[in-house]
């Protein structure tokens, strides 16, 4: 199975700076990546789908790139409102797995 | 409006069954695949398994293939997730979430989940 990894674990930015979240698949997967975005104590919310197409209602200070193995969740003027845990997802093939996640803070 | 409403979580000793439930509304049911996302206490997401639109297609985390099965009920507007064998590991939080397409396996909306705890 694909195995899904992510960097850093956990991060922590002043509010304004850019974020840069990386996900890298451990076998190519086109561009069948999602990101989602958890703030403490919520659901999950899907931010990001095709692993460039934001999402209806996202604002777009969020926005990923990449393809194949190597992929780029980017927030570019990081706000308070952003505080959660970013999760990746493959949706090529099953097992439809998760990153195990990338926790922001703010400084 | 989407909604997603699990239910049937609570507290089961180990080697026990349990079913959840997932009510549907807001949307025309049949069209899009569900799934069944976990997150125990504390830790990250987990994708458990996912079942096309028309329950052609059934989809299992290794971590649970043999022991949880899921099924939907395109009349009902309800997805299923009947479990078995239950581990201490299976403890979480069972979010019901909707797939974007009839076979696309990303999630754009999702319930509020409901708690599951294994312990004697």
């Known amino acids: 199975d694909i195995q899904m990894t992510q960097s850093p674990s956990s991060l922590s930015a002043s509010v304004g700076d850019r974020v840069t979240i990386t996900c890298r698949a451990s076998q190519g997967i086109g561009i069948y990546l999602a990101w989602y975005q958890q703030i403490p104590g919520k659901v999950p919310k899907l931010l990001i789908y095709?692993?460039?197409t934001l999402q209806s209602g996202v604002p777009s200070r969020f926005s990923g790139s990449g393809s194949g193995t190597d992929f780029t969740l980017t927030i570019s003027s990081l706000q308070s409102e952003d505080v959660a845990t970013y999760y990746c997802q493959k949706y090529n093939s099953a097992p439809f797995t998760f990153g195990p996640g990338t926790k922001v803070d703010i400084k | 409006e989407v909604q997603l409403v699990e239910s049937g979580g609570g507290l089961v000793k180990p080697g026990g069954s349990l079913r959840l439930s997932c009510a549907a509304s807001g949307f025309t049911f049949s069209d899009y695949s569900m799934n069944w996302v976990r997150q125990a206490p504390g830790k990250g997401l987990e994708w458990v398994s996912s079942i096309s639109s028309s329950s052609s297609y059934m989809y299992y985390a290794d971590s649970v293939k043999g022991r949880f099965t899921i099924s939907r009920d395109n009349a009902k507007n309800s997805l299923y997730l009947q479990m078995s064998s239950l581990r201490a590991e299976d403890t979480a939080v069972y979010y019901c979430a909707r797939g974007r397409g009839s076979t696309l396996y990303y999630f754009n909306y999702w319930g509020q989940g409901t708690l599951l705890t294994v312990s004697s």
């Open positions: 095709g692993a460039s």
